[in-house]
């Protein structure tokens, strides 16, 4: 794998955190801070360090903390605003003062001064006191940046495009299903658009806003702004789109100055002539922008987009979000989006009807991540030739060929190839190819620039590869390497051990994370492109452990609340761009996304704003659950999808829907009952607590035997259900847990639950202390699980636990394992009542052959880590903990175990207390700081 900048205007972003990790981890745990005091540092204001377009009348700020001394707390705090960077360096915040507030705040805390001006820079910083009421310094400054806050922000701005969809071809909600070539409009024009201007004074700061859809490239004077892809998020754009904020100081001149667009189809517009999952036609392909220039004088100009731009098609003569992409290089205008260039052939654009709501694009844009370069090449047949890239991956790919003028070449891609060598798209939709038409200049390079896809293999007809025979003078593939594309978000954490399988596992869940974290969490990269909800969920807690997606989450609750339907609905899939039918459409395990996630949102990162901001949704499809219920049970939807049974994969085999159905309508009231309790709500509160109670007395009723102790059909998904729910009756808790075990155990430490009932069957397990059974089950290559797939050469976690060919092969809904390799093994959890890891359990997880493992985690208080090795008589564990927290460290040891801590006994300590034992273990509270324990077994 390389890591280098690309060519054509994307530079590969590399996604690191602000400190690597495992660089930092072992710096910690082996060097003491040399700080003297309390130190504030990495601020951030809605989840980002400099923020554009924040559209939030009260930000949320946050800071972490370090210092040299353990147990540190902090007691107040004290934030600045200013308007003017001066200021700030004075200690002045002409627009909010906080003064000193004694709280320990040092998440969401919101903004209360003065009112926010849209398209406005704010300059902020924060000094805090400790717990022995010692200031720190004050922070370095950070910064943000306002976005439009209303229609009227936009200056008179207008949606402009090439042409106009006529009414009658629209199409939305969109059509399922694409087989047949003639259903909807044809392949568009895929425009440019250009306007210039003239800059006569000094220029302070120029801020782009701008919408494209369905995606947009924005270009000044002949290079790209930014380094995003397939730019802006997905929406539901009968309701709203999304713009983007950019700085573009840097790329104006005095003088003249010209603007360019690009725009392409994505889920704005979806082509017939190639494979689509769905047909949908909102319009054609138009935009939206407001330039805000603003000079050292004090003076603003706003240059917006109207008639008077000019408009041409472009070169990429067809783009599919699903189907693939053209690209005729001998129809380039050069220096189209440079100034000075002749636009006389050029027509004016028009003016068009947009979305009725732009919101900024808060969560993080796709950018490329990545580059593969070629493993293998191989040619099945003449004039063929397949490019292995060796791993499967969202993405696109770039090359660098010569060839003659007008020479094309196809690019097929895939996640599979067949025996004979070749490619196959039969499991994920086909056709979907990509072409370039050489203009004849050596060298010529290009990628897709407004799709992308899911694969391994490139198959490349109409070209050979550098170096090999060429009778037929074909055009050379000089280089080819493929680009992976997801979802900025942030690393936040770390993971390995010594059992070499889970690592591997560990990998290939984390591939299937990367190719399925878009605008939305999809659920595979080629076939579907979808946001189905219940992986959001269910998945939610593993993906939060390794990438920060606090502003991606909000995005989804966004998309939620948009798709909402009158009768309180909330679809299977967000945004809803098709209508799918029965249990596609109206899932309670995937509906019920729309009062978890904004629970674990609060959970996961104190976002109370996201919770609020829902509440009114998920009220309403509880609701919309109470009306569809009967007597207290729901029994529809998809119930455990592709568990494993007799019968090929697909709905639930072996769990009735109205187990998985009502325990998740049951787990929405127990939520909705504590979301409302927090909100203040309490008549609220207490309606969800008595509607859960009889859902609850309804589903023991209906579903659990007393005298097998079983619910139903004893599946593992049922009975764990039931378990994690809080569904089963206290005195049958543990006979219902035994019952897995037993399951489990009878079928040789197999698995058989599905997307639904994996997740919680591994919770259950973990927190009764069978950690030993999730190792048996999962550490093995022999019957259906994560070990099969990578048996069978899965690069990507597949749909299927059998690795089927003809599903997809990467696919994002089945790896929650993951987060037992963080919770369970490496021991990392979140305390029971904890907001925000504010309060952390380390509980390392010794099972099986595992003899050491290590996990971080940067939680918004800071870096959690756990580090443990196991000997044949001694255990040593070494954790961090950040300033602000406390922890309880479970220590596997009896009372008659030796515990040091440094060195230096644990018993009589104030800095480390054990408070009792139990099960084996330990208690010790600790509070910020780093510590190296070590148990010795008494013999």
Known sequence: MKNSATSNGYPLYIYTMKRSLIFFISILFYCPLSAQQIVVSDLQCQYQEFPLGVDDASPRMSWQLSASRRNTMQKAYRVLVADDKALLQKNTGNVWDSKKV??????????????????????????????????????????????????????????????????SLRIVPGIHGGSDPKLGPGKDILPLLRKEFVIKKTVKRATAFIA?????????????????????????YSNNALYVTFDITGQLRKGGNALGVMLGNGFYYTPRERYRKITIAYGYPKMICRIAVEYTDGSVENLISDDTWKTSPGPITFSSIYGGEDYNANLEQTGWDGPSFNDQSWKK?????????????????????????????????????????????????????????????MFRPAELITDDGLI????VGSPVYFSYTLKGKTPETWQPQFTYYGFRYIQV?????????????????????????????????????SNELFNRTNTLIDWAIRSNM????????????????EEAHLMGSSVQYNYNIASLGRKVVKDMIDAQTADGLVPDIAPEYVHFESGFRDSPEWGSNCVILPWYLYRWYGDEQALKEAYPMMQRYADYLQKKSVNGILSYGLGDWFDIGPKSPGESQLTP???????IFYYDLSILNKAATLLGKTKDAQDYKAMAEKVRAAFNDAFFNKDTRQYVTGSQTANAMAVYMGLVEPQYKDAVVENIVADIRGRKNSLTAGDIGYRYLLRVLEDNGRSDVVFDMNN??????????????????????????????????????????????????????????????????????????GASYLSPYGVIASKWEKGNDDFELNVIIPVNTTATVYLPASQIAEITESGTPVNGRNDVKILKYENEKALVAVGSGQYRFHVTTKK
């Open 102 to 167: 004694i709280s320990d705040q040092s998440i969401q805390v919101a903004y209360a001064g003065k009112k926010l001006q849209p398209g406005k820079l704010y300059y902020w910083k924060v000094m805090v006191w400790d717990d022995q009421n010692i200031s720190s310094q004050w922070s370095r400054p950070a910064a943000w940046q306002m976005g439009l806050l209303s229609r009227e922000d936009w200056k008179g701005a207008q949606w402009i495009a090439y042409e106009k969809l006529p009414d």
């Open 212 to 236: 494209g859809l369905g995606h947009f490239d924005l270009r000044i004077n002949g290079k790209k702004t930014g380094d995003h892809f397939l730019d802006a998020g997905w929406t539901q």
């Open 349 to 409: 654009a028009i003016t068009v009807d947009g979305p009725p709501v732009l919101s900024a694009q808060t969560a993080d844009p796709l950018k490329i991540a990545d580059l593969f370069s070629v493993k293998k090449i191989s040619q099945p047949k003449p004039s063929v030739w397949v490019y292995d890239f060796g791993q499967n991956a969202s993405g696109i790919f770039r090359i660098k060929v010569k060839g003659k003028k007008q020479d094309q070449i």
């Open 424 to 427: 196959t798209q039969n499991a």
């Open 461 to 497: 007809e109409g070209a050979v590869p550098d170096g090999e025979p060429n009778p037929q003078d074909l055009p050379v593939i000089m280089e080819i390497e493929s680009l992976h594309t997801r979802n900025a978000a942030a690393k936040a954490g770390s993971f390995s051990c």
């Open 518 to 533: 878009a605008s939305v969490l999809t659920d595979c990269p080629h076939r579907e492109k979808l946001g189905w909800l």
């Open 657 to 663: 829907k109205g187990i998985t159905a009502t325990a």
């Open 780 to 853: 093995r290559s022999d019957v259906p699980g994560y070990g099969f797939q990578l048996a069978h050469g899965a690069t990507s976690l597949t749909e299927s636990w059998q690795a089927y060919r003809f599903v997809s092969n990467n696919h994002f809904m089945l790896g929650h394992l993951m987060e037992w390799f963080y919770s369970g093994l490496g021991g990392i959890r979140q305390a029971k009542h904890s907001i925000g890891f504010k309060h952390i359990d380390i509980r390392p997880g010794p099972v099986g052959d595992v003899t050491g493992a």
